[in-house]
């Protein structure tokens, strides 16, 4: 007889394939609470929209094919059904999709026995000295077996120093020495700038050339800085660039 696998239930004549998810009709994904502030918002953002603006994707596997992956802020992760989720700021998992119907009951939150693995990756953007993000939070992920977990406290609110990373090391984090995520062949770095008008110390990505990855907009405004420097270019030589 199949013994049952722990998210889920064996159908009455079934082998492995054939796993019924947990039932979650009673789950709460959503409860409509706010983001806690415009910082915290824009730094979500700031982390996630990049990666689809324009990034490559994580590095091919060993058969030179490209991976797939998915990006989200502020969306729960239910590791088992039976457990509230942790719903870290930014998360991204490698070699798994959007979700097709993000309105179907399965799509709304990370349920890790949907998508076959827990996050690669989460981040916490701490805003107060309420989070738990060096006690209970760090626990609840490290028991989740999330390889990376990243804290950012610009503000130094909870810890000493405004980036804190660390490695899952059997099951319990390790500080690590470095920032980058190794799956994802990328770093998180510290950043000062103006984002959407506000001028603030960030959190970003950058790929192995140290080269910052560009919101759409940042995208953009360099093209537009290109051409415009191309047209420059072709005036001097004696060329109209918008003639037809």
Not at 4 to 27: F, M, Q, V
């Amino acid at each position: 007889m199949s013994s049952e696998p722990a998210n889920g239930r064996w159908t009455e004549e079934a082998d492995a394939s054939e796993i019924i998810g947990p039932d979650i009709s009673t789950l709460v994904t959503e409860d409509g609470a706010p983001v806690d502030n415009v910082y915290s918002e824009r730094q979500m953002r700031l982390l996630v929209e990049p990666l689809y603006a324009g990034w490559g994707g994580p590095p091919p596997d060993e058969d030179g094919n490209p991976r797939s992956f998915f990006a989200a802020a502020n969306v729960g992760v239910f590791a088992v059904a039976k457990n509230n989720p942790l719903v870290p700021d930014v998360l991204v998992s490698v070699d798994v999709a959007p979700p097709v119907n993000v309105h179907d009951k399965e799509h709304r939150s990370y349920f890790v026995w949907e998508y076959g693995k827990v996050p690669d990756v989460v981040i916490e953007v701490v805003s107060n000295k309420q989070g738990g993000e060096l006690t209970d939070r760090k626990r609840g992920y490290a028991k989740m077996r999330v390889p990376v977990y990243v804290v950012w406290d610009p503000e130094r609110l909870v810890a000493d120093d405004e980036l804190t990373v660390f490695e899952l090391a059997g099951s319990v984090y390790r500080r690590s020495e470095h920032s980058v995520v190794e799956s994802l062949a990328l770093e998180l770095y510290p950043w000062s700038g103006s984002f959407e008008g506000v001028d603030a110390r960030w959190l970003r990505w950058r790929d192995r050339r140290a080269e910052w990855l560009l919101t759409g907009a940042e995208r953009a405004r360099a093209e537009h800085a290109r051409a415009e420097r191309l047209a420059a270019k072709l005036r001097a030589m004696g060329i109209d660039p918008d003639a037809q």
